[in-house]
C-alpha cells in the first residue's frame, strides 16, 4: 500500500469523503477513461462505469471487506474494467467485441471475487463465534488498522489498556478455534 493510499483511507475514515473523492478521480479516473475509451466507450460509459466502481470501493472500505495491502488505483482499474466488460457483453447484439483474453482476465477476476467472498464469509463465520464485542474489537484492530485508543473510543470503553487486554483475550479464542482446522486456515492463507 503505498502512501497516497494511505491518505485515501484515513481521510475517509475521517469523514472527509470529498477530499478522498478528489484524490480517487485525480489519479485513477484518466487511466479508466483511456481504458474504456480504448475499448468502445463513451465519455458516459466512462461516468458511469467509474462512479459505480467508486462506490463498490466505498462499500468495501465502510464494511471493513477490503484487504489489508491493497492498490486503490488497481482495485478501482480492475473492478470498473470488469463492470465495463459486463457492460459490453450486455450489449453484445449491437457488434460489439470483446476478445477472448479480456474474457478470459474477467472469468479469472470473477473467480478471485469469489474466493474473496467465499474467505470472507468463513472468516464472519469463525468471527461470529468468539462473540460480538470480540467480533467488534478484531475487525477494527485486524482489518481496519484501528489504534487501541481509537478503538477504545469508538466502542466506549474506559481507555486503550482495557481494549489491549480485550484485544489479547480475543485472538487467543480465535486461536484456539482455528486449532484443528487446516482447510480453513490454509484457505485463509491463499
Known amino acids: 500500500m503505498n502512501e497516497k493510499d494511505i491518505i485515501i483511507l484515513n481521510l475517509i475514515q475521517q469523514g472527509k469523503d470529498n477530499e478522498a473523492l478528489a484524490m ?3 489519479s485513477t479516473l484518466p487511466k479508466i477513461r483511456n481504458y474504456i475509451l480504448r475499448n468502445s466507450g463513451t465519455e458516459d460509459d466512462v461516468k458511469d462505469i467509474f462512479q459505480d466502481a467508486v462506490v463498490i470501493f466505498y462499500r468495501r472500505v465502510k464494511t471493513g471487506r477490503l484487504e489489508e495491502m491493497i492498490n ?17 457483453s450486455r450489449y453484445a447484439s449491437k457488434n460489439l467485441r470483446i476478445t477472448i483474453e479480456d474474457k478470459e482476465d474477467l472469468a479469472e477476476d470473477i473467480f478471485e471475487d469469489l474466493l474473496l467472498r467465499e474467505k470472507e464469509t468463513q472468516m464472519d463465520k469463525l468471527l461470529g463465534k468468539v462473540g460480538e464485542a470480540c467480533m467488534k474489537i478484531l475487525k477494527m484492530a485486524i482489518f481496519q488498522h484501528y489504534t487501541m485508543k481509537e478503538i477504545a473510543e469508538k466502542l466506549g470503553y474506559a481507555n486503550q489498556d482495557v481494549v489491549k487486554s480485550k484485544n489479547y483475550k480475543c485472538r487467543q479464542r480465535l486461536t484456539e478455534l482455528l486449532k484443528g482446522n487446516e482447510e480453513l486456515i490454509n484457505m485463509l492463507r491463499s
Open 24 to 26: 480517487i478521480y485525480k
Open 72 to 88: 486503490i488505483d488497481g482495485f478501482l482499474y480492475s473492478v470498473s474494467r470488469n463492470l465495463y466488460l459486463n457492460h459490453l
